[in-house]
């Protein structure tokens, strides 16, 4: 591995972008009392943060923004200023044809040019497609045509640009962002060594050093990896239902061969990360990556399975119950997000299927969502948010579609004689 350069300091690092990414970043720098310059284009989210507050739900974020923000070590600011380091974490979607979108990358790069400066170190963190890293050297070049760049003047460049994907898992931010390896890939090995010596600030795993094109690969390749295995269980749990089987006791026993680990099926796969990297992989390379096409079609399509169920489910009771109307069945959704105990609604599959249910059932659909105070715009009309107690007593059909810790601890009496459609397999009928 390289030794870090000697000369290097950075007394003042920048963020672009304070999201989910972002605002545990800044406020991990600045907890080592470095001067951090946050930046986004949010006009609220800047005010927010400056009075120590967030706009996110991550656990202990609060705690350490607060404290950073009062010590002077942490300010929010809508214009980049001059800084050391400049930590790209701005959001890479993908557009319409599943193309990934540089956008907000480019907007950033836009932004920090003016105030770079000789020995000023780059780090792209978003995930994002292979050459990307280049790219944003082109774009900076082009912009500053009075400082030289690594891509074209190698180690003897006023500036150094690497990649250094987060990998942090959504819960687990501020663990995780301090004691993850992380991979590093510099356009040059020198930009790869500035690039550890800065997170070595507060990171305690070990540092990878690589090229930034297998940096971008390596974080694509990790969350393909996981999409690819949670379509194997969202597949096997529809064949398991069609056959009768229990998936999650299938699981389980499986899982006690020392050589198999299959992940949990689920609703679908959601969340800004799983259910969008691997078109980076896929979008470019068509004819070479069937398998995790076919895993993005598998999970994609698990919501529609949910909804087809349902349906049936509907049919059944009104066949049983002669007298009864599809308006006298109230459907209860447990969970709005994309994944347990966080409050983050982005592209989740218990969503778009409590927006699918709300549009097609003509009685009362009540969702509950302990990390919500109120329900996005588009369900406001449609959907009732009520506590857990309360709609479980209205309930006719139930589904669990997110295992919040707070729906663990609901005991089978509340809703044993209920239809119950589990998606998460946390609750058992006595
Ligand atoms: N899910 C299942 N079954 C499982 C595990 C997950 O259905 O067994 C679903 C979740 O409910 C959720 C989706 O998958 O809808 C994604 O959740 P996740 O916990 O797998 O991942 P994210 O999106 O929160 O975070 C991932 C992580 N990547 C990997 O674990 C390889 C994280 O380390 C990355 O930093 C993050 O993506 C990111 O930012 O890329």
């Given at each position: 591995?390289?030794?870090?350069?000697?000369?290097?300091?950075?007394?003042?690092?920048?963020?672009?972008?304070?999201?989910y990414?972002?605002?545990?970043?800044?406020?991990?720098?600045?907890?080592?009392?470095?001067?951090?310059?946050?930046?986004?284009?949010?006009?609220?989210?800047?005010?927010?943060?400056?009075?120590?507050?967030?706009?996110?739900?991550?656990?202990?974020?609060?705690?350490?923004?607060?404290?950073?923000?009062?010590?002077?070590?942490?300010?929010?600011?809508?214009?980049?200023?001059?800084?050391?380091?400049?930590?790209?974490?701005v959001p890479t979607p993908f557009k319409e044809d599943h193309q990934p979108d540089l956008?907000y990358?480019?907007?950033?790069?836009?932004?920090?040019?003016?105030?770079?400066?000789?020995?000023?170190?780059?780090?792209?963190?978003s995930t994002s497609p292979?050459?990307?890293?280049?790219?944003?050297?082109?774009?900076?070049?082009?912009?500053?045509?009075?400082?030289?760049?690594?891509?074209?003047?190698?180690?003897?460049?006023?500036?150094?640009?690497?990649?250094?994907p987060e990998?942090?898992?959504?819960?687990?931010?501020?663990?995780?962002?301090?004691?993850?390896?992380?991979?590093?890939?510099?356009?040059?090995?020198?930009?790869?060594?500035?690039?550890?010596?800065?997170?070595?600030?507060?990171?305690?795993?070990?540092?990878?050093?690589?090229?930034?094109?297998?940096?971008?690969?390596?974080k694509l390749?990790e969350n393909s990896?996981r999409d690819?295995?949670?379509?194997?269980?969202?597949?096997?749990?529809?064949?398991?239902?069609?056959?009768?089987?229990?998936?999650?006791?299938?699981?389980?026993?499986?899982?006690?061969?020392?050589?198999?680990?299959?992940?949990?099926?689920?609703?679908g796969v959601g969340g800004h990360c799983i259910a969008v990297d691997p078109w980076f992989i896929i979008s470019?390379?068509?004819?070479?990556?069937?398998?995790m096409r076919?895993a993005r079609?598998?999970n994609d399509?698990?919501?529609?399975?949910?909804?087809?169920?349902?349906?049936?489910?509907?049919?059944?009771?009104?066949?049983?119950?002669?007298?009864?109307?599809?308006?006298?069945?109230?459907?209860?959704?447990?969970?709005?997000?994309f994944?347990?105990?966080?409050?983050d609604?982005r592209e989740s599959p218990?969503?778009?299927?409590?927006?699918?249910?709300?549009?097609?059932?003509?009685?009362?659909?009540?969702?509950?969502?302990?990390?919500?105070?109120?329900?996005?715009?588009?369900?406001?009309?449609?959907?009732?948010?009520?506590?857990?107690?309360?709609?479980?007593?209205?309930?006719?059909?139930?589904?669990?579609?997110?295992?919040?810790?707070?729906?663990?601890?609901?005991?089978?009496?509340?809703?044993?004689?209920?239809?119950?459609?589990?998606?998460?397999?946390?609750?058992?009928?006595?």
């Amino acid at each position: 591995m390289l030794e870090p350069l000697k000369n290097q300091t950075f007394q003042r690092v920048s963020i672009i972008g304070l999201g989910y990414i972002g605002l545990p970043t800044a406020a991990m720098f600045a907890s080592r009392k470095v001067t951090v310059i946050g930046v986004d284009i949010n006009p609220e989210t800047i005010d927010i943060i400056n009075r120590g507050e967030i706009h996110i739900v991550e656990p202990e974020l609060d705690i350490v923004v607060r404290a950073v923000v009062t010590e002077g070590y942490l300010k929010a600011t809508l214009k980049p200023e001059p800084a050391d380091a400049f930590l790209i974490t701005v959001p890479t979607p993908f557009k319409e044809d599943h193309q990934p979108d540089l956008g907000y990358i480019q907007s950033a790069c836009k932004a920090i040019a003016p105030v770079l400066k000789k020995g000023d170190l780059i780090i792209l963190e978003s995930t994002s497609p292979v050459g990307a890293t280049e790219q944003v050297d082109s774009w900076l070049a082009k912009a500053r045509p009075d400082l030289t760049f690594p891509q074209v003047h190698g180690e003897t460049s006023d500036i150094r640009i690497a990649h250094c994907p987060e990998r942090v898992l959504p819960g687990h931010v501020l663990r995780e962002l301090v004691q993850n390896d992380r991979v590093i890939g510099g356009i040059t090995p020198k930009c790869s060594a500035a690039a550890v010596q800065l997170y070595k600030m507060f990171v305690e795993g070990e540092c990878f050093i690589t090229n930034a094109r297998t940096a971008e690969m390596c974080k694509l390749t990790e969350n393909s990896f996981r999409d690819v295995n949670i379509a194997f269980a969202n597949e096997l749990s529809m064949i398991c239902d069609k056959l009768d089987i229990n998936v999650w006791e299938l699981i389980r026993l499986a899982n006690r061969h020392p050589r198999v680990n299959i992940l949990q099926p689920g609703p679908g796969v959601g969340g800004h990360c799983i259910a969008v990297d691997p078109w980076f992989i896929i979008s470019p390379n068509p004819a070479e990556s069937n398998l995790m096409r076919t895993a993005r079609e598998v999970n994609d399509y698990k919501p529609l399975w949910v909804i087809t169920k349902l349906k049936k489910e509907i049919a059944s009771y009104l066949t049983d119950m002669s007298q009864k109307k599809a308006e006298d069945i109230t459907i209860v959704c447990f969970g709005l997000t994309f994944k347990p105990n966080i409050d983050d609604l982005r592209e989740s599959p218990a969503l778009e299927i409590v927006e699918k249910i709300a549009k097609f059932h003509t009685g009362p659909v009540i969702a509950v969502e302990p990390h919500l105070h109120q329900l996005p715009t588009n369900l406001r009309n449609l959907v009732q948010l009520r506590d857990a107690d309360e709609a479980l007593s209205e309930a006719t059909i139930i589904l669990m579609l997110v295992d919040h810790q707070q729906f663990k601890l609901v005991t089978a009496e509340k809703y044993d004689t209920k239809i119950l459609m589990d998606l998460r397999g946390i609750w058992q009928k006595e």
